[in-house]
Structures are given as C-alpha cells and as structure tokens.
C-alpha cells in the first residue's frame, strides 16, 4: 500500500501597513480570512495590562483611547 503525499506551504507577507498570508494545499493556493479584515489585518497590536491583546483594525480602534499601547510595524 503507497501514501500519497501532499504538499503544504504557508506565506506570511508582514508589510509596514498590512499583513496577509496564504495557504498553499494540493497545488492550489488559498488566501486566509482574517475575522473582521478580510484579505488582509492592519500591521498592528494593542496590548492591555490585565486582558488580552488586540491586532488588527481593534487595535487601532483602542489606540483612540490610549495611544501609548499601540505597537505598529
């Protein structure tokens, strides 16, 4: 009995204002969905002291409220 391999590849483009990455499976090439961004999330992170930390255009919304927590590419 012979396995069939298949081939998988991920790329990660970190551009300075976006990020988007794709999937590569069985020879065709699929773009990742980010929840809120779509094709592609904002270069950014939001961290807060005592909760989770935001990417993406959230981050850039809580950055309204305390700059100083940003975190861009």
Not at 36 to 61: F, T
Request: hydrophobic residues 35%.
């Amino acid at each position: 009995m012979s396995k069939q391999m298949t081939s998988f590849g991920i790329g990660i483009d970190l551009g300075d204002g976006f990020t988007a990455a794709t999937v590569m499976a069985e020879g065709r090439q699929h773009c990742i969905k980010f929840p809120i961004d779509g094709d592609e999330v904002a270069s950014a992170i939001w961290q807060d002291d005592d909760g989770p930390n935001y990417v993406g255009r959230e981050a850039i919304n809580r950055a309204y409220k305390n700059p100083s927590r940003l975190y861009m590419h």
